[in-house]
């Protein structure tokens, strides 16, 4: 899978999930900062990547991704 489809399916999990318009999302937007995301958010859409990614985030790599691109790189990584 490309970075790119990555991309455009956790710009489809946040926008779903947090209610900003998905074409305002850009891999350098902030979970927190940009998006006010809190702790529980933040869990909800990790829990939605581990399951249309087919892979499992622990909370100590949850915690390192701060922007979409920081989740993009990590599940390019992690997906077959």
């Known amino acids: ?16 999930i947090i209610g900003t318009p998905r074409e305002e999302l850009k891999p350098e937007t ?6 006010s995301a809190d702790s529980l958010t933040i869990v909800d859409i990790m829990t939605r990547c ?6 499992t985030i622990s ?13 993009a ?3 390019k990584s992690r997906v077959k």
């Open 1 to 16: 899978m490309e970075r790119k489809e990555i991309e455009e399916k956790l710009y489809d999990i946040v926008s779903e």
């Open 30 to 35: 902030t979970f927190v900062h940009d998006l």
């Open 50 to 55: 581990e399951d249309v990614f087919q892979i």
């Open 59 to 71: 909370d100590e790599e949850a915690e390192n991704m701060k922007s979409i691109g920081d989740a």
């Open 73 to 75: 790189k990590y599940i």
